[in-house]
């Protein structure tokens, strides 16, 4: 998914999301989860952009290591959501169904 696809589909613009997966990929590591946030890539390179700090903190230092966090991510067998995180998305999850 590239920046612009997200931007759309979360009603807003492409630029601003770095914000939104920073979180994301904190959230992530914090559940030792597989990183969501590299899934989401610049048109461009075809690669994730999140802030610097982030990708060395993440292990994220590399092309090979960028894209084993992403194969980790298809790989991985996936619970629910609300199961994994349930104080950030439970929430957003309900409000989402109402619509």
Do not use: I, K
Request: charged share 20%; proline share 6%; net charge neutral.
């Amino acid at each position: 998914m590239t920046f612009g696809t997200l931007g759309r589909d979360m009603g807003g613009q492409a630029r601003g999301q770095r914000a939104r997966l920073t979180a994301l990929a904190r959230a992530c590591a914090g559940a030792g989860v597989p990183c969501l946030s590299v899934l989401v890539v610049r048109a461009d390179t075809r690669m994730p952009s999140l802030p610097e700090r982030l990708h060395h903190d993440l292990g994220l230092t590399t092309v090979a290591a960028v894209m084993a966090a992403q194969r980790a991510c298809f790989a991985y067998d996936w619970p629910d959501a609300s199961d994994v995180f349930p104080d950030q998305v439970a929430p957003q999850l309900s409000t989402v169904a109402a619509d």
